[in-house]
């Protein structure tokens, strides 16, 4: 048993000896667990990515979310609870409570993921779809969610995501508005996603997205259970794991430039072949490190109609996010490489850059940043809209840090994602637009200039 695991076991054993009731029967059960080699279990042999600074860094880590809590570098447990609506919010805040050190989140998900399983199957029987319904979408989060810590195609996270497809797959059959299950061939393997349909749909052609979820985020939470931004504006979805994100590397598909370069040609392929889909109405849309890869996707598939990306990852090169910020970050995107070894892989991450691809982009921008997002500076931002040829539109929240929001600039003036979803809206309606620089001052007040 390696260190992590020992500490792990230790700080479940402490917990089964101080919680009370169902939070100490919940925890003895994980003890059970992990000494039996259960596969929820973590390994006993890491066999991912190590870097340096993972290495060096992993008690002040711990420390700092020891300090303060799961949400240290990024409002996860705000993102990842939003889909699920009001509903969820007593379950995060009891995974808040418990997550104390970064081996405490896959546990702290997967006990909630196994009991919104059990109610789901309960209601399911008794014949309670819309309660069926509803907490099979939130297992399903809450099973990804428990994946996030695991950057290695090791059993416990091919169990997890076995549960959370099982869970979603549920759901599909018995949500308010279709959807379907996506396996979109790219070479010799094939892209993982979900296609759904706006509430209500009868026939014809409908406008779609692509949505691609971030670094830490999966397809699974880019469409909300209920009231979601692109079905209420009669927008389809295809949300997808792109080259390396979430269930992709367990399918042997990988981040690289070529794959990138490739997803966004395949992806409209496929859909346009879709008698529901207009095709010439297709948008894309990407959020943080999805914000990169669906620029590379876009400047390499001239039928993208729109673009619209949030909380930037466009420092060419990446060595802000991956030797400034928490050392997580580089470990998860090694995994997604499937580039173990840290030399081989900053030499690969030179590769990852705009450049010789931002230039070719035709269709419509926008991008939607904080004013000091420490993950990507937004001189390098700037610099992509410098070379941006096309009609293009950057909005800058005052004081906001990567994720756009819970700043007075987000709070008082336009809502990030309703700006997002309405912007495509018009987009993909063939609406006109002036290229444009918005920057959000505190009180809300959008400062618009012109781009020289």
């Not at 670094?215 to 295809?238: C, H, N, P, Q, T």
Request: charged share 20%; with cysteine; proline share 6%.
């Amino acid at each position: 048993m390696d260190r992590r695991d020992f500490l792990q076991t230790a700080s479940l054993a402490a917990a089964a000896a101080t919680a009370g009731g169902a939070a100490a029967a919940e925890t003895k059960i994980q003890l059970a667990q992990a000494a039996t080699g259960a596969p929820a279990a973590p390994a006993a042999r890491h066999g991912g990515p190590l870097t340096k600074r993972w290495t060096e860094q992993r008690w002040q880590l711990d420390n700092i979310i020891q300090a303060n809590g799961m949400d240290w570098d990024q409002p996860r447990s705000v993102y990842l609870s939003a889909p699920s609506g009001a509903l969820a919010n007593a379950d995060f805040a009891s995974i808040r409570a418990r997550i104390r050190k970064y081996a405490d989140a896959a546990p702290a998900f997967e006990a909630q993921a196994r009991r919104r399983e059990a109610v789901a199957k309960e209601a399911e029987a008794a014949g309670n779809v819309v309660t069926a319904r509803e907490n099979y979408f939130i297992a399903a989060i809450h099973w990804g969610a428990a994946q996030w810590p695991i950057d290695e195609a090791d059993a416990q996270n091919m169990m997890y995501n076995t549960r959370k497809r099982e869970c979603y797959t549920k759901y599909s059959k018995i949500a308010d508005h279709k959807v379907e299950e996506v396996w979109i061939p790219l070479g010799d393997r094939k892209t993982p996603g979900w296609l759904h349909l706006p509430p209500g749909y009868s026939g014809g052609k409908v406008p779609v997205v692509i949505s691609v979820p971030g670094m830490d985020s999966l397809k699974e939470i880019s469409v909300s259970l209920y009231g979601d931004r692109w079905l209420s504006r009669g927008i389809a979805v295809l949300a997808i794991d792109g080259p390396g994100q979430y269930e992709a590397p367990l399918v042997g598909l990988y981040v690289s430039m070529e794959n990138w370069a490739r997803t966004g040609k395949v992806c409209v392929d496929w859909l346009s072949a879709r008698p529901e889909i207009d095709a010439e109405k297709i948008g894309m849309t990407g959020n943080s490190f999805g914000s990169f890869f669906s620029t590379i996707a876009a400047a390499n598939e001239p039928r993208i109609k729109a673009v619209a990306v949030s909380a930037t990852c466009l420092e060419p090169g990446c060595h802000t996010i991956f030797e400034e910020a928490s050392p997580t970050f580089k470990m998860r995107f090694m995994f997604m490489s499937n580039i173990l070894e840290e030399k081989a892989f900053d030499e690969f991450r030179q590769t990852l850059t705009w450049e010789g691809h931002a230039e070719k982009i035709t269709a419509p921008y926008l991008c939607v940043a904080g004013e000091f997002d420490e993950l990507c500076p937004t001189r390098y931002t700037e610099a992509m809209f410098r070379a941006l040829k096309s009609p293009k539109q950057l909005v800058v929240y005052a004081e906001s840090r990567h994720s756009v929001g819970g700043v007075s600039s987000a709070n008082l003036g336009p809502s990030p994602t309703v700006l997002v979803a309405d912007w495509m809206a018009a987009r993909l309606a063939g609406k006109p637009m002036t290229s444009e620089k918005w920057f959000v001052d505190g009180a809300g007040r959008v400062n618009k200039s012109a781009f020289t």
